[in-house]
């Protein structure tokens, strides 16, 4: 027996209860008829008439509406397969019963978008990847003339324009959507960055951890140059001692002209 049998299994149970409750919908809905007694013929329509004679008597064949009640064994076989599968529900972000620790919030709210990733994900590699290098390709291939591109330069980040023709664009590969997954693994290390902030606050870890690179990754990670600076916090810290010493000593030139006018 292998091991997705029982899935498998219960799958064709939960088509079975599916059909039969669409089947009992389909009766509901549309019931045949019992026709007793002396009846004309008629049309079954809203709003149509029957005419009947003595006692005769036009009725639906109601069927019974306990199979409606198979969404309940449909959840319990899924929830069951679930179970079977290993995949619990707070890998998908599905709050659980019982009381949840700071840990279990956190890993039910990073998994809450792994659902939407999946999609993002498949949207990018099976739609987007195939029309950019389709359309890279066309390109390529009817290009007849120089164009000018802007590249951005990595260490200043700079907007460069350089000029590019038919034989520049000969590297073998292709275009790679990486938007969403970019975005989420950038998410997942700066949290993860903040975490290690907090660990540098323990003398006995931080004495072995970089601030100044730790101040850097984050920058990158934020894609925001200007938060990093060589001791920035010192060269602010002085300015802002600097502004208010020169205020003072104008607050005390204010008050020593004042005393001398006597006001």
């Known amino acids: 027996m292998g091991p997705l049998d029982n899935l498998v299994g219960m799958q064709y149970r939960i088509d079975h209860l599916e059909n039969l409750k669409a089947d009992v919908f389909d009766q509901i809905a549309l019931p045949m008829l019992k026709v007793r007694g002396d009846v004309e013929d008629f049309v079954y329509e809203p709003g149509g008439r029957v005419y009947i004679g003595e006692e005769g008597d036009v009725g639906p064949l109601v ?85 000018t591109v802007e590249v951005t330069d990595g260490p200043t980040g700079l907007a460069l324009f350089k000029s590019i023709q038919r034989q520049d664009i000969m590297g073998n590969g292709k275009i790679m959507a990486l938007g969403s997954r970019h975005f989420v693994e950038k998410a997942k290390r700066v949290q993860t960055l903040m975490q290690i902030i907090q660990l540098k606050a323990d003398p006995t870890i931080g004495a072995h951890l970089s601030g100044k690179r730790i101040a850097q990754i984050i920058s990158e990670e934020l894609d925001e140059k200007s938060l990093f600076g060589e001791n920035i916090s010192v060269q602010e810290q002085m300015a802002t001692q600097t502004s208010a010493q020169d205020a003072q000593a104008d607050m005390m030139e204010d008050l020593d002209t004042k005393a001398q006018l006597g006001m």
């Open 63 to 147: 069927p019974d509406s306990t199979a409606l009640n198979a969404d309940m064994q449909i959840q319990i076989l899924e929830n069951k397969m679930e179970e079977l599968a290993g995949a619990p529900k707070m890998a998908m972000g599905l709050r659980t019963p019982g009381e949840k620790t700071a840990f279990e919030v956190q890993t039910l709210d990073n998994a809450a978008n792994r659902i939407f990733e999946h999609k993002a994900h498949k949207f990018e590699m099976e739609f987007l990847e195939p029309a950019l290098n389709a359309m890279l390709e066309a390109a390529r291939r009817n290009m007849s003339y120089l164009d």
